[in-house]
């Protein structure tokens, strides 16, 4: 077994005053698959980067530390892209938790790694396990459970190291996501972590992602209110007027 240690060979930025990697969606992945062929004494894991991250990391020292301690910080937002350009900062190509969960999918298929799905409805992760292991005949479903088992962290550890499965999907909201990924990783007997939010939800189908052209000119989170209009406009409205707040102390800055 390694040390906890990895060579860096990628530059990182800050936006904001919270950092992220000059890395691109293949980056990431060859990053992770370094990880995942290798043992190391602990876990990484990565963070992402989006609008409503930024604003909790302004109140949140749990969510500030997370993403400044992760191994790997993407950005996962057209709002923090937008930024970017406003600060004359070059940002890297967005690397979406949709994406990244797809693609690490494809490479746990060629290298029949082991994956664990924690997150979302009990019918989401049946309907889950069931398009992977049809979409994905070489990949180990080590284990899933869903994601409402009342901050009962000590039970869930104990289920998923007993599969020790190679990566931990969190398909959860924040801050549980981040309280396993950052607390609890050294506890966690997997190579690699990956917070994906509403993934889960977007791959079995129960939420529609965005089309292309929305994503790309930024209002794939209109696009979410749309759907699911009671349960995700305030948390929007909230979180997109403080970033704009935010963006605009920057810019007097």
């Known amino acids: 077994m390694e040390k906890y240690l990895m060579k860096r060979n990628f530059n990182r930025g800050s936006i904001l005053g919270l950092p992220f990697d000059q890395l691109s969606?293949?980056?990431?992945?060859?990053?992770?698959?370094?990880?995942?062929?290798?043992?190391?004494?602990?876990?990484?894991?990565?963070?992402?980067?989006?609008v409503n991250t930024?604003?909790?990391?302004?109140?949140?020292g749990l969510i500030r530390d997370?993403?400044?301690?992760?191994?790997?910080?993407?950005?996962?937002?057209?709002?923090?892209?937008?930024?970017?350009?406003?600060?004359?900062?070059?940002?890297?190509?967005?690397?979406?938790?949709?994406?990244?969960?797809?693609?690490?999918?494809?490479?746990?298929?060629?290298?029949?790694?082991?994956?664990?799905?924690?997150?979302?409805?009990q019918e989401t992760i049946d309907i889950l396990n069931q398009k992977v292991m049809m979409?994905?005949?070489?990949?180990?479903?080590?284990?899933?459970k869903n994601g409402y088992f009342n901050n009962d962290f000590d039970s869930v550890i104990a289920e998923i190291n007993e599969c020790e499965p190679d990566l931990l999907f969190i398909g959860m909201k924040?801050?549980?996501?981040?309280?396993?990924?950052?607390?609890y990783k050294e506890l966690l007997k997997v190579k690699m972590i990956v917070g994906v939010g509403g993934t889960f939800d977007v791959y079995t189908g129960k939420v529609k992602r965005a089309p292309i052209w929305i994503q790309n000119i930024g209002f794939e989170w209109l696009y979410r209110?749309?759907?699911e209009p009671r349960r995700?406009?305030?948390?929007?409205?909230?979180?997109?007027?403080?970033?704009?707040?935010?963006?605009?102390?920057?810019?007097?800055?």
Request: aromatic content about 12%.
């Open 225 to 227: 209110v749309y759907q």
């Open 135 to 144: 979409e994905f005949p070489n990949v180990t479903i080590a284990g899933s």
């Open 25 to 50: 969606n293949v980056d990431t992945i060859d990053f992770i698959n370094g990880v995942l062929e290798k043992k190391y004494e602990h876990a990484f894991y990565r963070a992402d980067l989006n």
């Open 66 to 121: 997370f993403i400044e301690c992760a191994d790997i910080v993407n950005i996962d937002g057209m709002g923090i892209i937008l930024a970017c350009k406003l600060f004359s900062i070059q940002p890297p190509e967005r690397v979406t938790g949709v994406d990244l969960f797809y693609d690490l999918l494809k490479l746990s298929d060629i290298k029949k790694y082991k994956v664990y799905f924690l997150g979302a409805t």
């Open 232 to 253: 995700m406009w305030k948390r929007y409205l909230t979180s997109n007027t403080k970033f704009l707040i935010l963006l605009i102390k920057g810019l007097l800055k």
């Open 54 to 60: 930024i604003i909790e990391a302004q109140h949140s």
């Open 174 to 183: 924040s801050p549980e996501k981040e309280i396993l990924a950052y607390k």
